[in-house]
């Protein structure tokens, strides 16, 4: 439908006809000592969808009143990701399955007197009109005007239909919003990305640094426990954050470094290590390239340097580098994951994977191992037609660096400008829930206001479905299949994801619609299948496996193949770069015009009464995706803002106080968050977990709870190698009084 | 023979894990918990000092609730395992006051419901539900009166403390530091 503005609908406005509530408070109320008992479940074998480590395990079924229910996720003990042992998110992943707040029928966007609202819908309605919609987007301009975006296993699915078409707009906010620039900095220094799971070798490793990276408030469930058993072990940990991390308190040394200086420490430390020659002579000379420019470029940067930006003291600058160096080759600078902090990234990424590779770290055991996974032949099906102008022409002659389609750059280029022939018309989104993942709103609501049909895919009413002509509601993980996983880690490894009940409500699994919407728009032959089984079994079959031995076993771990897990002593080795060697100094951006090596820039300071506003994770959620989980909200229904008892004080603010925050735009925060006074905290930031603050109301348990980091994110600092966005730029002041009445 | 626990602080992340895997394993019901995380910080910034625990039933020695219950629905059970016969219950809630750890609540039918180190479990040769969930593998359980359990050997070789130990209990849950 062709609106002039898009008004962001609250799907409360639908009519709830038939809908009726389960309240899993009592599907999960037990009789008296009487347990479900394990030898009479049923399981059936998933991979967890709650983040992205995708951790493969089993979904216990029982019996109550004869309807099958399900009553437990457990770790698969042959899964590598999570050695039989689930994260609290995965672990509640329950009730994702029993949250009476989730989608259940197709909408569509109605206008009535002027007024906008969602009607329910049948899924031929509704897969009719994106069929039809999308074939005018097609025909009126371009097939390659519609985009979409993708943070769910389901978005495989609909990118086969989308290439069909012939478009390659395709992108997940997973890389220009997160970790992007370190994929960049990498594959520049050893010709490899990071990858997920990262291939760091902690649990072998004798030293890990942690730059920023909250290993433990991040819930990355491998290196949560290897971290755990690196501390067993002896490890010691160096963890540089101004926030007092868990990690921090589990480090040896903890550097509470001021925001935002991170590159300066990086450079001294490499000084300090070429200084006293504390680098692995040998792995440099066979493996490296560029060391005596690198040389030449840190002699200046001596700790006493970094001192005085950084505010961490000479000696703490020296013994800590000691410490990486009698560690090396096992020791580990942590690549960390959300990276896009002040626009300079791909260059402090860098500085992370040079020391690595003066340390011998890389390739090497208890450092980075290297990591194997499989391919699955794809069933046969006509070629896609060739895209004439692809994501890289949202930014013509920028980001030229940029491996993944960049989120924000389709975002930036749907909203029409003389510069672009081509703005995005039309946006499919697939469980991501762009509002609070994009930074700026503003921009990302102009954008969605400029295109002319968006459809969301997803299982919860979260934010961004408010901005949908068409909602389809997905099942949730638990009730459905989904493509096999088939990661990369130490071994190779499949593993299935199966329905362990029926979907609930009117949801449907991803496969299905993208099925059907193939079907209705004359591209069934790209969907070689009846039903997602028949091509799962045919590619395990391919691979001496079945779907039938799949549901039996879950995951099927496969010998590796090819490299050794470590380079071996002397090895020779040709690294995927110009010059063949892990290039310290880095060819590749010098040709693109760019510092070969990293220097350290001053970013802006907090002006007065401000406070840097910082942000992160808590071990029992993942954004909006858990915050309305009934298990999970249980844990933690809402975010509070970390301010030092100091700054507390200053500004009269007591415990658990509501407050709103402004930031250096003037924009004010929608919802009240409370305070956390803590010494956790330094005097020149704040801190929130991010996912909270949000405005679907739908979601009864997370609707207005807590802070939007995201919604105070409005100074974006584009990385200029590879277009991420640089998130940690934003001060914010305090509001006590409620400037909303 | 005799169950504890130990939990290693210097390994626990406060995740929750063992929270949900609970409730979860347990059927208690959503805003109740069995176990739970305590945070505790001192010192000031930057000179900082954080300590993390799982806490659950302390399934002490000396039990005042035990003590204090006037049905005998709380009682001692196999390896001094403290647990409550929901039937036997009349939700006078003396135990709850009695327990220096807060480690009882009332559920919503009406009974006092704990932990009960997962016996259920434990008869078909599985660990508790929270032990067998923790990714950091910071909790043990285990015999403390075989000194050879993989329990008593790490209480014999670490630091560690109890909770409250002044309220006389003799907890058996134990804490490295
Ligand atoms: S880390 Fe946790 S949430 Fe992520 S996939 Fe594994 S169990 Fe699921």
């Avoid at chain 1, 409360?12 to 038939?18: D, L, M, P, T």
């Avoid at chain 1, 009553?71 to 029993?98: A, Q």
């Avoid at chain 1, 509704?126 to 519609?146: F, G, N, Q």
């Avoid at chain 1, 993208?514 to 691979?543: F, I, R, T």
Wanted: aromatic content about 10%; glycine content about 8%.
């Amino acid at each position: 439908m062709k609106t002039n503005r898009r008004e962001f609908i609250k799907i409360s406005s639908i009519g709830a006809g038939g809908i009726i509530l389960s309240s899993p408070l009592i599907n999960l109320l037990g009789k008296p000592e009487e347990h479900k008992d394990e030898k009479r479940a049923k399981r059936y074998p998933t991979y967890c969808e709650v983040c992205f480590w995708k951790c493969a395990g089993w979904v216990y079924t029982n019996e109550e009143k004869g309807e099958e229910k399900i009553w437990k996720i457990i770790g698969n003990e042959d899964d590598l990701h999570s050695n039989g042992r689930f994260c609290p998110r995965g672990t509640g992943g329950v009730g994702m399955y029993y949250d009476e707040d989730r989608l259940k029928t197709p909408l569509i966007r109605v206008e009535k007197d002027g007024v906008q609202s969602f009607k329910e819908a049948t899924w031929d309605e509704a897969l009719d009109l994106i069929a039809k919609r999308l074939k005018e987007v097609a025909k009126e301009y371009t097939p390659e005007c519609i985009a979409m975006f993708s943070h769910g296993s389901g978005g495989k699915f609909f990118s086969n239909v989308l290439k069909a078409m012939g478009s390659v707009s395709i992108s997940a906010p997973s890389y220009a919003q997160c970790r992007g620039p370190r994929e960049v900095a990498f594959i520049a220094t050893y010709g490899k990305g990071i990858g997920s799971p990262e291939p760091t070798d902690i649990k072998n490793t004798k030293c890990l640094v942690l730059i920023g990276s909250h290993i433990g408030e991040n819930m990355h469930n491998g290196q949560v426990q290897e971290m755990s058993d690196a501390i067993d072990d002896g490890a010691s940990i160096i963890t540089v954050d101004p926030r007092y991390s868990t990690a921090a308190s589990k480090s040896k040394f903890w550097l509470p470094i001021k925001p935002a200086t991170d590159i300066a420490l990086l450079l001294a430390w490499m000084h300090v290590i070429i200084n006293e020659e504390l680098y692995d002579k040998e792995y440099v000379e066979k493996y490296t390239f560029g060391f005596e420019q690198l040389k030449a470029h840190v002699k200046s940067k001596t700790p006493e340097w970094a001192y005085t930006i950084t505010k961490i003291k000479p000696d703490v600058i020296r013994k800590t580098a000691h410490e990486m160096a009698s560690a090396s080759p096992a020791v580990i600078i942590h690549p960390g994951r959300h990276v896009t902090w002040y626009g300079d990234d791909t260059q402090r990424l860098r500085a992370v994977a040079i020391l690595n590779a003066l340390l011998g770290s890389w390739g090497r055991r208890g450092g980075f191992y290297n990591p194997e996974g499989i391919k699955l032949k794809k069933m046969p099906r006509p070629d896609y037609p060739k895209p004439k102008r692809t994501w890289r022409d949202a930014h013509p002659d920028q980001y030229r660096l940029a491996g993944l389609a960049l989120s924000s750059g389709m975002c930036d280029a749907t909203i029409p400008s003389p510069d672009k022939d081509c703005s995005y018309k039309a946006w499919i989104i697939n469980g991501t829930n762009l509002i609070t993942t994009l930074p700026d709103q503003k921009n990302t609501i102009e954008a969605l206001n400029n295109l002319e049909f968006v459809v969301v895919i997803d299982t919860m009413p979260v934010d961004i479905t408010g901005y949908a002509d068409v909602v389809l509601p997905e099942c949730t993980y638990l009730e459905r299949y989904d493509m096999l996983r088939t990661s990369k880690h130490r071994e190779p490894s499949i593993a299935l994801r199966m329905p362990a009940a029926k979907p609930k409500y009117n949801s449907k699994p991803a496969w299905w619609m993208a099925k059907e919407l193939a079907n209705k728009m004359g591209l069934g032959d790209y969907v070689p299948y009846e039903k997602v089984e028949e091509m799962l079994d045919w590619q395990l079959k391919e691979y001496g496996s079945s779907l039938k031995e799949m549901q039996k076993i879950g995951v099927k771990k496969i010998d590796r193949k090819y490299d050794d897990l470590y380079l071996l002593n002397g090895q020779e080795y040709e690294f995927k770069t110009n010059t063949g060697k892990i290039e310290l100094y880095s060819t590749a951006l010098e040709r693109e015009g760019f510092d070969a090596m990293p220097n350290y820039t001053a970013h802006p300071e907090p002006p007065a009464d401000f406070y840097r506003l910082n942000y992160g994770r808590a071990p029992m959620h993942t954004f909006t995706r858990t915050v309305n989980n009934p298990n999970l909200s249980d844990l933690m229904e809402e975010n509070k803002l970390w301010v030092n008892p100091k700054v507390a004080k200053k500004y009269d603010l007591e415990k658990d106080q509501e407050i709103w925050l402004e930031n250096q735009d003037g924009i004010v925060s929608s919802f009240a968050i409370k305070v956390r006074i803590t010494q956790r905290i330094g005097m020149d930031s704040v801190y929130m977990v991010h996912g909270f603050g949000g405005t679907a109301n739908k979601l009864k348990r997370a609707y207005g709870r807590g802070g939007a980091d995201s919604e105070l994110i409005t100074n974006v600092m584009h990385d200029p190698i590879m277009g991420g966005t640089g998130m940690r730029g934003n001060f914010v002041k305090f509001i006590k009084n409620n400037p909303h009445v | 023979m005799r169950y504890g626990m130990a939990v290693d602080t210097n390994k626990c992340v406060g995740c929750s894990d063992c929270v949900v895997a609970c409730q979860t394993e347990n059927n208690v019901p959503l805003g109740y918990a069995r176990d739970w995380i305590v945070e505790t910080v001192d010192g000031t910034y930057p000179n900082l000092f954080l300590e993390l625990r799982s806490e659950r039933c302390n399934h002490c020695d000396n039990t005042p609730c035990v003590r204090v219950c006037p049905t005998g629905a709380s009682f001692i059970g196999d390896g001094g395992i403290i647990k409550v016969k929901p039937n036997k219950c009349i939700g006078c809630a003396a135990c709850i006051e009695s327990c220096p750890y807060d480690a009882r609540y009332m559920h919503p039918n009406g009974y006092v419901d704990k932990c009960t180190f997962c016996d259920h479990r434990l008869a078909e040769g599985l660990d508790t539900a929270c032990v067998s969930v923790c990714p950091t593998k910071c909790l043990y359980f285990g015999d403390v009166d075989d000194p050879n359990s993989e329990i008593s050997i790490l209480l014999a070789n670490n630091k560690h403390k109890t909770l409250i130990p002044e309220a006389g209990t003799k907890p058996q849950l134990f804490y490295i530091v």
